[in-house]
């Protein structure tokens, strides 16, 4: 079934959704002298805080809100250069309350609305068409196969897995392959998620330690425009925020095909001055695969004490997490005959990996200034072992390999913020200061069935040491057991001041400045290797070393409006990602199947620049809708990395460019039912041909080759997501009903650089539907993948040979969606949080 039909069958059973209510609520809102505030947006909650309609007050400063039930209700009024207020209503069976008289006092340039959800109108709040808020509910009814999915609710943002369900997701966005979270920042609560100089991949984000229960909103933004946010951050970053006070105690219980299961709960009560949270996950799922279960087990644990208000507090939170499973690795399409459909070449592929955290937050708001401060530490361990070449260098003992990762982890965030006048006019400044280090002890090792051997490359005469191979043609290389071994630590330092300005009554800025230092300090571990042809190579003396970086970030937004509820914003900045510390110190490649005799390296600079402009429009003079629209730029000043799964490093070492559009749109028509629908479309481009990441042409009789040969390439920055498009529509617990429909669609990519392989494009749709029985007792189910297509999780291309005897071959590599499967959970709500 093609996308038009899918979106056919999504626009069919969505149409279903409706609901009706009645009760009135309506009132005035006025500035201190009594004069009337037009244009003042009104936000109305129920008493949970699910967000049921937004509006704007008219020109004589009036709203209503008819057809509710009778209930409780929370109203929030905001008006740019006002401070935002906040109350409860009550609408009683057989009365209407008298109309209220809102008065909003002279506030800073900020205002400080407590954003809900993608149902509230941030015209006069947001500082960018790309910037907003995913509220707990719209987590909640969201039909989710994996935690990571939390991250979806973000628009454009698609998540992945191409192995075992322990491994951190893929991540797709603005035409990048993220990978395991190169450029999208991801913070908990403010610790960063994102591990720099990971075994496995630089950013690597691992969403299993978040139990999607206990997110009370993810606050997001795209581009490289905003100061208190650093490394990962160009393409976006996401802000996970969790309760402190649950809105309900709960105990949860989960099950369904392929031996999934989980258990989930959560209390929170007031202890002494303030309220305890405390809550736990365990999870297992086998998945669909047939050659071996992903036996995937995880546990997570949180604790939380917290104190106070917005205007003065602090919390405490510790967080655990474990998780163990076997990998259900991609592999090629020719192999599908030999293993099935969701059949894997490894069995013994897979890894365990931990996580533990303890942080702190402390702050302070008052009339004049604002403070707040964030500590954190934690420990994390890995081991994972992965094939992905199958039999390709060593057709006896096969390609698998292990990495490992251990570190500790500390850092700060703190930044202070004063109201006051520049320039006579109303003005907001902010200075920042982060600092976090990692001491890390990791290291990449050949394998097989998880014990880690000496293997031999029978490829080492492809394409390169042509002087060697003349005379020996059938030279091998010694690939040893330990590839690389480095302790080290990496520290990044940060400042930053930025400084918002309201000129008039519609034009306001954002200006910046931020810098960031760099220092990486390696010791390389590595045996000597001896080579009877290239001699000997001391890698802990040639790849110990120090490296440094510094880089300034301006940034810069200008703000128009808003004219009709309807805002321009025109922005521009710098950013960067971090470079894995190993590959900044590195003088001599570690023996590897990329390298596999002494290559000398040359070192890789610690942090990549990015640049990017983007112009966008936000408006929401179409009742109870929320739409942006941008055009954006960006710029990377180099796509080569340290590759995680050779040791060296990995191309291309050009430039590229990536630019697009994205269209977001939030409609909410009536009480308990919205729609969204968010469509991106990107492209991405190096500055030069890039000849490493081209396609290979096979061997047949007629060219008489004997290994695949790698072809000229192209321009095109192979596995740059294109168009992605998410749509839902929701039914908002109405007389104890819930559903929701969704629909995903993730286009074709480019798999190399000249374009030759292009992956399929994947569409799903997925349902939830839920029943509320009384106050304590609720049912829900989950359909994934409700056509049951079959489709491509993800896909990559390259070189492998996927038996002992098989010809190499250059083809598509592919993991696939899991089929359809239905999940329940009975849920016991067992008292209100405190």
């Known amino acids: ?31 201190p002298s009594g004069a009337v505030i037009p244009g003042a947006s009104i936000v109305l909650r129920s008493a949970d805080g699910a967000v049921q309609r937004t509006l704007h ?31 409860s209503v009550m609408i009683a069976a057989d009365a209407t309350p008298a109309p209220l008289r809102i008065a909003l006092s002279v506030g800073s340039v900020s205002t400080t609305v407590e954003v809900q959800g993608r149902a509230d109108d ?52 603005r035409g990048f392959n993220l990978d395991h979270g190169t450029d999208i920042a991801i913070f908990l609560d403010g610790m960063p998620l994102n591990l720099p100089s990971h075994a496995h991949g630089e950013g690597y984000s691992d969403m299993n330690t978040v ?33 402190k006070t649950l809105p309900h105690n709960f105990l949860q219980v989960e099950g369904g095909k392929n031996g999934y299961g989980r258990t989930v709960f959560g209390v929170s009560r007031k202890l002494g001055k303030g ?74 592929d897979g890894g365990h990996s931990q996580r533990y955290s303890l942080q702190g937050e402390w702050h302070r708001r008052g009339a004049s200034s604002a403070t707040r401060v964030t500590a954190y530490g934690f420990y994390y361990d890995m081991n994972l072992f992965s094939d992905f070449t199958y039999y390709l260098i060593d057709p006896v003992k096969g390609d698998q390999f292990n990495q490992q990762d251990r570190r500790w982890v500390a850092g700060f965030d703190a930044r202070h913020t004063l109201y006051g006048q520049l320039f006579g006019r109303r003005s907001e400044t902010t200075v920042g200061m982060q600092l976090r280090n990692d001491w890390v002890h990791n290291g990449l090792f050949r394998s097989q069935n998880r014990v880690r051997t000496d293997k031999t490359d029978v490829n080492a005469c492809h394409d390169e040491y042509v002087d060697e191979c003349a005379t020996n043609p059938n030279l091998t290389a010694t690939l040893p057991a330990a590839t690389s071994l480095n302790k080290f630590t990496a520290t990044i330092g940060s400042a930053y001041v930025e400084n918002k300005i309201q000129w008039t009554s519609k034009f306001r800025t954002v200006v910046a400045l931020r810098g960031d230092d760099a220092k990486y300090v390696v010791t390389n571990l590595t045996p000597t290797y001896t080579s009877p042809i290239f001699g000997t190579v001391n890698f802990r003396q040639a790849n110990s070393g120090s490296a440094s970086k510094f880089l300034p970030s301006p940034k810069a937004t200008l703000i128009f409006g808003p004219w009709a509820r309807t805002e321009i914003y025109a922005q521009g900045g710098f950013a960067f990602h971090s470079n894995d510390a190993r590959g900044a110190t590195q003088k001599e490649e570690p023996i590897s199947p990329d390298n596999p005799f002494p290559t000398a390296a040359t070192p890789i600079t610690p942090l990549v620049q990015t640049k990017g402009g983007e112009i966008g429009i936000r408006t929401s003079a179409v009742p109870h809708l929320q739409s942006t629209v941008s055009l954006w730029y960006l710029r990377s000043n180099s796509e080569l990395m340290q590759s995680g ?49 081209a396609a290979f042409l096979n061997p047949t009789v007629a060219n008489g080759l004997s290994y695949p040969r790698q072809l000229p390439g192209g321009k095109l920055v192979p596995e740059a ?21 969704r629909l995903r669609y993730f286009g074709p990519r480019e798999l190399t650089s000249d374009g030759i392989n292009r992956s399929s494009a994947t569409t799903l749709v997925n349902a939830g539907l839920g ?64």
């Open 1 to 31: 079934m093609n996308l038009k039909y899918s979106l056919f069958l999504f626009l069919l059973l969505s149409s279903l959704l409706f609901a009706q209510s009645t009760g009135k609520i309506t009132g005035t809102v006025v500035d």
């Open 122 to 173: 941030l015209v006069g709040i947001a500082t960018s068409a790309t910037q907003g808020t995913v509220g707990p509910k719209e987590i909640e009814e969201r039909p989710m196969l994996r935690s990571g999915e939390v991250l979806e609710a973000v628009p454009g943002v698609m998540i992945t897995q191409h192995a075992g369900g322990g491994k951190a997701n893929q991540y797709y966005l």
């Open 275 to 348: 309220t305890l949270l405390y809550g736990g996950e365990a999870y297992h799922d086998n998945g669909p695969w047939t050659t071996h279960a992903d036996n995937f087990f995880k546990y997570n644990g949180l604790l939380t004490y917290s104190q106070g208000e917005d205007g003065k507090g602090f919390s405490v939170t510790a967080r655990a997490y474990r998780g163990t499973w076997n990998s259900s690795d991609q592999i090629p399409v020719d192999a599908q005959p030999l293993v099935g459909y969701f059949g894997t070449l490894n069995p013994t």
């Open 57 to 87: 007050v008219d020109p004589n400063g009036a709203f209503s809100f008819a057809g509710l039930a009778a209930g409780g209700y929370r109203l929030t009024a905001a008006k740019t250069g006002f401070e935002a207020r906040e109350f």
């Open 211 to 243: 139990i999607p229960e206990f997110v009370k909103g993810v606050e997001y933004e795209k581009g490289p425009y905003y100061a208190e946010v650093g490394n990962f951050s160009s393409a976006a970053a996401a802000h996970l925020e969790f309760f």
């Open 771 to 834: 029943y509320r029985f009384n106050s304590k007792w609720s049912l829900s189910t989950e359909l994934l993948n409700l056509l049951n297509r079959k489709a491509d999780d993800i896909t990559y291309a390259y070189v492998s040979r996927i038996t002992p005897t098989a010809s190499a071959e250059f083809t598509n590599v592919s993991h696939p969606t899991e089929p359809f499967q239905v999940r329940f959970a009975l849920r016991y709500t067992f008292g209100a949080g405190k």
């Open 721 to 741: 997501v294109r168009l992605v498009l998410s749509a839902g529509a929701t039914l908002h617990e109405y007389r104890g009903l819930q559903a929701s429909l």
């Open 645 to 693: 799964d050779t040791g060296g490093t990995s191309a291309s070492d050009q430039s590229s460019n990536r630019y697009g559009v994205e269209w977001a749109n939030y409609y909410t028509p009536v009480e308990h039912v919205s729609f969204d629908f968010d469509i991106a479309d990107s492209r991405a481009q190096f500055t030069q041909v890039d000849p490493d990441d």
